[in-house]
C-alpha cells in the first residue's frame, strides 16, 4: 500500500529556513512526479511546488518562488522542501503527494500526516 510521510517540519521566526522531507513507500517512485501542497490554519488545501519524475523541472507558485526549493533523491523514495526567508503566511501543515504535471492536481487521494510549520513574526 502506497504511504507519504512527510517531517521537518517545526516553528521558526520569520526569515528562518526548514528543510521538509517527504518519504513515499510505493514501487517505481521515480517514474511520478511529486509535487508540495499546505493547508494553513482554516483554510483550504493549496499547492505550493511541483518536480518531474527525473527532477530536471520545477515549478513553483508565485508566493513562494525564489524562496522554497524542491527537490528528489530517486534512490531515497524522497522528495524535498528547502525553504528559506520564511513569512508569517507560510505557516501551514505541508503535504506530499504524487501528482499530474502541467494540472498538478493529485493523482492519489491518499495524504499522510503532514508537517506542520509555524513562523513567528
Known amino acids: 500500500q502506497v504511504q507519504l510521510v512527510e517531517s521537518g517540519g517545526g516553528l521558526v521566526q520569520a526569515g528562518g529556513s526548514l528543510r521538509l522531507s517527504c518519504l513515499a513507500s510505493?514501487?517505481?517512485?521515480?517514474?511520478?512526479?511529486m509535487g508540495w501542497f499546505r493547508q494553513p490554519p482554516g483554510k483550504e488545501r493549496e499547492f505550493v511546488a511541483a518536480?518531474?519524475?527525473?527532477?530536471?523541472?520545477?515549478y513553483y507558485v508565485d508566493s513562494v518562488k525564489g524562496r522554497f526549493t524542491i527537490s528528489r533523491d530517486n534512490a531515497k523514495n524522497t522528495v524535498y522542501l528547502q525553504m528559506i526567508s520564511l513569512k508569517p503566511e507560510d505557516t501551514a501543515v505541508y503535504y506530499c503527494?504524487?501528482?499530474?504535471?502541467?494540472?498538478?492536481?493529485?493523482?492519489?487521494?491518499?495524504w499522510g500526516q503532514g508537517t506542520p510549520v509555524t513562523v513567528s513574526s
Open positions: 518536480i518531474n519524475w527525473s527532477g530536471k523541472d520545477t
Open positions: 503527494n504524487f501528482i499530474q504535471w502541467d494540472t498538478w492536481s493529485v493523482i492519489l487521494e491518499i
Open positions: 510505493t514501487r517505481r517512485f521515480d517514474t511520478y512526479h
